[in-house]
């Protein structure tokens, strides 16, 4: 709700602990745009605390990385009204010198599906 009353998408980040990759997405890629005002969540795999789905379900975070199918951490997602994710997910670490481009090029399409522009 916070994410859509600024128009901006909803940014996901699956994590696991230990993962030096995620540990680098979050700390040089979601830390500085969470600092910016974009909201900025993580969900942990294996992680059995409970979280709430955009359907209102109450479930813990590793049964909700399972439901979203999602097998590989870091993953980004991004979401919209309803839950509905409005760009392509980011799986992996991709190359560090293009990470921050990937990520732009998804918020870019998921900050469009938001507005409407």
């Not at 600092?35 to 049964?63: C, I, N, Y």
């Not at 991709?94 to 938001?114: I, N, T, W």
Request: proline content about 5%.
């Amino acid at each position: 709700e916070q994410a859509l009353q600024a128009k901006q998408p909803l940014v996901v980040m699956v994590s696991l602990h230990g993962c030096p990759f995620c540990k680098v997405v979050r700390e040089n890629y979601l830390y500085p745009l969470r600092a910016s005002g974009l909201q900025v969540v993580q969900v942990d795999m294996r992680d059995p605390r409970a979280l709430t789905d955009f359907d209102g379900a109450l479930l813990t975070q590793d049964a909700w990385v399972k439901k979203q199918g999602i097998k590989l951490a870091p993953t980004v997602l991004f979401y919209g009204a309803q839950g509905r994710e409005v760009a392509s997910r980011l799986k992996g670490a991709y190359l560090p010198d293009f990470y921050g481009a990937y990520l732009d090029e998804q918020l870019m399409q998921a900050r469009k599906a938001v507005t409407g522009a």
